[in-house]
T-cell receptor, first 117, second 112 residues
Framework: EAGVTQFPSHSVIEKGQTVTLRCDPI?????LYWYRRVMGKEIKFLLH????????ESGMPNNRFLAERTGGTYSTLKVQPAELEDSGVYFC???????????????FGDGTRLSIL | RKEVEQDPGPFNVPEGATVAFNCTYS??????FFWYRQDCRKEPKLLMS???SGNEDGRFTAQLNRASQYISLLIRDSKLSDSATYLC?????????????FGPGTRLSVLP
């Protein structure tokens, strides 16, 4: 079974530019999550999709971040315009069960390392 | 108080040693817990799930104390390959498991 895949693995852009991260969850996983780890801090939740719907986006830092999951398969996370404080590692995770998803372990992708110059 | 707190570490132990990490959580309604390990510049990987009082998998034992709201991870007979950061993860209260709350991690270095 293929795991969660993320693209790109590393992105270096200048402040003010736009970047789009992509996540392909494990096939059949309805739950898709985005997390971010900023240097020296713990991993923080950004948002949660159930299929194509945003279940919880309370962790999104501001309106420069836009996540989509059209068709309930892969998801994209766009940052526009990027700011210096957006640098970090963005992880995507997925889990299978729709109900009681809190009891299910999440499987993580390798992450995208985003550097804003 | 942070939602999930962990022993700050780092823990430097010799091969073969037994080491234990603690994790405390603030949400008394949490029902399940996870230990993940994360190698440098890699993604978190599930190590153990804890749903009841504890779980054991080979050299790894996780124990849950709901009354005191802490989870521990015990590693016996440490191997060099156990060197990593260990993340305590607590799902939020909502039954739909909207997100995981991560602890800051405890770094373990197993020395030859």
């Amino acid at each position: 079974e293929a795991g969660v895949t993320q693209f790109p693995s590393h992105s270096v852009i200048e402040k003010g530019q736009t970047v789009t991260l992509r996540c392909d969850p494990i096939s059949g996983h309805d739950n898709l999550y985005w997390y971010r780890r900023v240097m020296g801090k713990e991993i923080k939740f950004l948002l949660h999709f159930v299929k194509e719907s945003k279940q919880d986006e309370s962790g999104m830092p501001n309106n420069r971040f836009l996540a989509e999951r059209t068709g309930g398969t892969y998801s994209t996370l766009k940052v526009q315009p990027a700011e210096l404080e957006d640098s970090g590692v963005y992880f995507c995770a997925s889990s299978q069960e729709l109900l009681y998803a809190g009891n299910q372990p999440q499987h993580f992708g390798d992450g995208t390392r985003l550097s804003i110059l | 108080r942070k939602e999930v707190e962990q022993d700050p570490g780092p823990f430097n132990v010799p091969e073969g040693a037994t080491v234990a990490f603690n994790c405390t959580y603030s949400n008394s309604a949490s029902q399940s817990f996870f230990w993940y390990r994360q190698d440098c510049r890699k993604e978190p990987k599930l190590l153990m799930s804890v749903y009841s009082s504890g779980n054991e998998d080979g050299r790894f034992t996780a124990q849950l104390n709901r009354a005191s709201q802490y989870i521990s991870l015990l590693i016996r007979d440490s191997k060099l390959s156990d060197s990593a950061t260990y993340l305590c993860v607590v799902p939020t209260q909502d039954n739909y498991g909207q997100n995981f709350v991560f602890g800051p991690g405890t770094r373990l270095s197993v020395l030859p």
